[in-house]
């Protein structure tokens, strides 16, 4: 491609050319079908592709280090077999580029938990950040402070999650699981351990739907590794030794040597009141646009009242559950 081709579909700054870059889309891209086709299949009760995850690419090109978005290609051939796709991202990054491609579609739900700080890539994921057109409603975001911990992104998942859950009620699951949330991620600037992963991820898995679990952001290799083999060796029901085994990269694990990864002693910024104001912002959106499944429906009554002052109109908000 020429250059100014290049800067159309995306690639330079953070998404460079790269020799290889068919083989490299297409593979990435290929694992996520796979999964999603494990699952179609009834092959797989959960499917992984720790190379997938590649969240910020656009329709349009590459962003964000992502030169492709195999998660929105896996979540359209999931949608074939699936009705409802819940979408949970935990990398410490927005999911800007799942979110967009389906800001306006009630098949997808959404969810991201994210650091959402000034000047912090990619600048999307405001709580107010909820979806347009029919779609509203079915986006949701919850914007963290920086160094958030495990006792947090513990506390407002759960809470967060099962709402999400219990109102779309969901066919699917597609969880991101970028490493870029762990203590001492230099692109990062939370502080997750293993621990605070797999609490989220064990989550989902207790709902028993057919899920996904892709890999994403994660800038201290090391780290990332320690993360997804966590994940997977809970996934596949087998407790493993903390020590890391001896192999040709063994000594990059130094100085410790071990799964277990260690928060910093730097302070959480998230306040509980921050956080439960978000959480209840979050509850009050859900209300507001009425999202309707096998649990919940919402009738809003419009009453349109003269005044003296001309006229005036409330709402009154009915909510029935099944």
């Not at 086709?37 to 009760?45: E, N, R, S, Y």
């Not at 899920?211 to 320690?226: S, V």
Request: with cysteine; glycine share 10%; proline share 4%.
């Amino acid at each position: 491609m020429t250059n100014s081709q290049d800067e159309e579909y995306g690639i330079g700054y953070d998404c460079p050319p790269v020799s290889n870059m068919f083989d490299l889309v297409s593979t990435i891209a290929g694992g996520s079908m796979t999964a999603a086709k494990c699952l179609v299949l009834g092959m797989a009760d959960v499917a992984i592709n720790w190379c997938g995850g590649w969240h910020h690419a656009h329709r349009v090109g590459a962003d964000g280090f992502c030169y492709v978005n195999d998660i929105v290609i896996a979540i359209e051939k999931l949608l074939k077999k699936f009705p409802k796709i819940l979408y949970i991202d935990l990398d410490v990054h927005h999911g800007n580029g799942v979110q967009d491609a389906y800001s306006s579609s009630k098949s997808v739900f959404t969810l991201s938990f994210h650091k959402y700080e000034p000047g912090f890539y990619p600048g999307s994921g405001s709580i107010n950040d909820i979806g347009s057109s029919k779609g509203k409603g079915y986006s949701c975001n919850f914007p963290l402070h920086e160094l958030y911990s495990d006792d947090t992104i513990e506390y407002v998942f759960e809470k967060v999650f099962n709402s999400v859950y219990s109102y779309f009620n969901p066919d699917a699951i597609v969880v991101q699981c970028g490493a870029d949330a762990l203590a001492r991620d230099p692109h990062g600037g939370a502080q997750l351990t293993t621990r605070g992963y797999c609490s989220c991820v064990r989550m989902v898995l207790d709902k028993r739907k057919p899920t996904m679990l892709l890999g994403g952001g994660g800038y201290k290799h090391t780290n990332a590794a320690r993360l997804w083999t966590s994940i997977t060796a809970m996934v596949a029901g087998i407790d493993i030794d903390d020590s890391i085994p001896e192999h040709d990269d063994w000594p990059i694990y130094g100085p410790d040597y071990m799964l277990t990864i260690e928060p910093t002693l730097a302070k959480d910024n998230n306040k509980k009141e921050y956080l439960d104001d978000c959480i209840n912002k979050i509850n009050g959106n859900f209300i507001k646009y009425s999202i309707e499944d096998n649990y919940c429906v919402m009738v809003i009554i419009e009453l349109l009242c003269k005044t003296i002052h001309g006229s005036t109109q409330k709402k009154i908000f009915f909510i029935f559950f099944r």
